[in-house]
């Protein structure tokens, strides 16, 4: 069976390019067997118009289910919204055998490996760009990009070859960007930030009917 990677360079599920990162799931692996420990692959379809940009794999959750934001706090927010917006057919994402699909939608991070205290290290992010390149440039005119967080926010703008000054980060902020696609920016749905109210499910689902507007606009 031919892989994602050989297919397109969206991903190795061999990785192994930053020894950190590398050391770092061996030894997890050695303490939790079960969980799967791998670059964590994409979830969806590749011609999907709105691609979900995280930043990167959680301990007990994309980690461990090797699908992304399955089994962490930060998928609960997030699915509930998908459902809600008709991308997804079920509001919960458990494990990656619970039947859940994605419509029009695909889910991939900035970093595919589960980094040390959550904190990829900017090499790190450097070095898995090039996945994240070759995946934008799969995206037809007329997609949207949700970036979660800042550090998604730039990872994109690095892969897509744009200055960073040019690009500001912020919640519910929205760049047409040459290639015909929609960047749209959004505060991540992670714990510490739905727990402190700085992302309330309010202020995602307005960003959520943003997206929805630019894919009916086009």
Avoid: W
């Amino acid at each position: 069976m031919v892989s994602d990677v050989d297919k397109s360079g969206i991903y190795d599920p061999a990785c192994r390019l930053c020894p950190r990162l590398a050391c770092f799931l061996d030894d997890v692996k050695a303490r939790y067997p079960d969980y799967d420990c791998k670059p964590v692959r994409p979830f969806g379809a590749q011609d999907a118009r709105l691609l979900i940009v995280g930043l990167a794999p959680g301990m007990h959750g994309a980690n461990a289910s090797g699908r992304p934001f399955t089994g962490d706090h930060a998928g609960i927010l997030l699915y509930q919204a998908l459902y809600d917006f008709g991308f997804a057919n079920q509001p919960e994402a458990s494990h990656a055998g619970d039947g859940l699909e994605l419509s029009g939608c695909r889910i991939t991070n900035a970093v595919k490996c589960l980094p040390p205290e959550n904190k990829p290290v900017a090499a790190e992010v450097n070095q898995c760009n090039g996945y994240l390149k070759h995946e934008l440039a799969m995206l037809a005119p007329g997609s949207v990009i949700l970036s979660l967080g800042l550090l998604s926010h730039k990872a994109v703008i690095k892969a897509l070859g744009y200055r960073q000054a040019d690009f500001r980060f912020g919640h519910g902020a929205a760049f047409v960007l040459d290639n015909g696609v929609t960047l749209i920016d959004s505060y991540h749905c992670s714990r510490y930030n739905t727990n402190t109210s700085r992302l309330t499910r309010e202020m995602f689902y307005q960003v959520f009917t943003l997206v929805r507007q630019t894919l009916a606009h086009d």
